[in-house]
């Protein structure tokens, strides 16, 4: 079974400075990788996702992720945080189409609680 | 169009009590999966349910059951509460059962059991 490690639980950042919040994960199949954030008192919300293709995936909102297939990683990160950034963010990993693994669930790591500091 | 919505949003119950929490998903989702979420655990999936059938089922004991109608809404009950109950349970949807698709979050069912 697939599983993933969130090895920071916790990240303090200032404002303006970069972020990488760490993300890797373990199977022996090919994976979809996720990355969801939830804000306060609310649900998740998908950042971005890689399914195939260019192995940098970016946001919307200035997120990027790199699939690392060797190093198993999908780390996330952001040139320049700012106070709305604050969030807890979740890494997430489910077997590819094709993979014979077919409907498996969506494994979500324990998160990473990312705090500004003006 | 309408987001994932869960009911109640708070809730408190007593050792050995039972719960019902319901979820709404979007309108034409026809995949429902619910997630317990704690500090320091992440989120744990507990199942989802496509066209009212259980698809996946996660490592929860039996006191943990759900079902989905014809609507596609679902509900999950907890029976015989125990302290370790005391989460976030969310549900989320999707348009169907492919691992490439979003899930939608409702903002969950804070339950605290005493």
């Known amino acids: 079974a697939q599983s993933v490690t969130q090895l920071d639980s916790q990240v303090p950042v200032f404002e303006e400075a970069p972020v990488e919040l760490r993300c890797n994960y373990s199977?022996?199949?090919?994976?979809?990788l996720f990355w969801y954030v939830q804000y306060p008192n609310q649900g998740l919300q998908l950042l971005l996702k890689y399914l195939s293709g260019s192995t940098l995936v970016e946001s919307i909102n200035g997120f990027e992720a790199e699939f690392n297939k060797s190093q198993t990683s999908f780390h996330l990160r952001k040139p320049s945080v700012h106070i709305s950034d604050t969030a807890e963010y979740f890494c997430?990993?489910?077997?590819?189409?094709?993979?014979?693994?077919?409907?498996?669930?969506?494994?979500f790591g324990t998160g990473t609680r990312l705090t500004i500091i003006p | 169009k309408a987001g994932v919505t869960q009911t109640p949003r708070y809730l408190i119950k007593t050792r050995g009590q039972q719960v019902t929490l319901s979820c709404s998903p979007i309108?034409?989702?026809?995949?429902v999966s619910w997630y317990q979420q704690t500090p320091g655990q992440g989120l744990q999936f507990l199942f989802e349910y496509f066209s009212e059938t259980q698809r996946n089922k996660g490592n929860f004991p039996g006191r943990f059951s759900g079902r989905q109608f014809s609507n596609s809404r679902s509900e999950m009950n907890v029976s015989t509460l125990e302290l370790g109950d005391s989460a976030l349970y969310l549900c989320?949807?999707?348009?169907?059962?492919?691992?490439?698709?979003?899930?939608?979050f409702g903002e969950g069912s804070r339950l605290t059991v005493l």
């Open positions: 989320a949807s999707s348009l169907d059962l492919t691992p490439t698709g979003e899930l939608f």
């Open positions: 309108s034409g989702h026809r995949s």
């Open positions: 199977s022996s199949v090919s994976v979809y």
């Open positions: 997430a990993v489910t077997y590819s189409i094709g993979s014979n693994f077919g409907n498996e669930k969506l494994t």
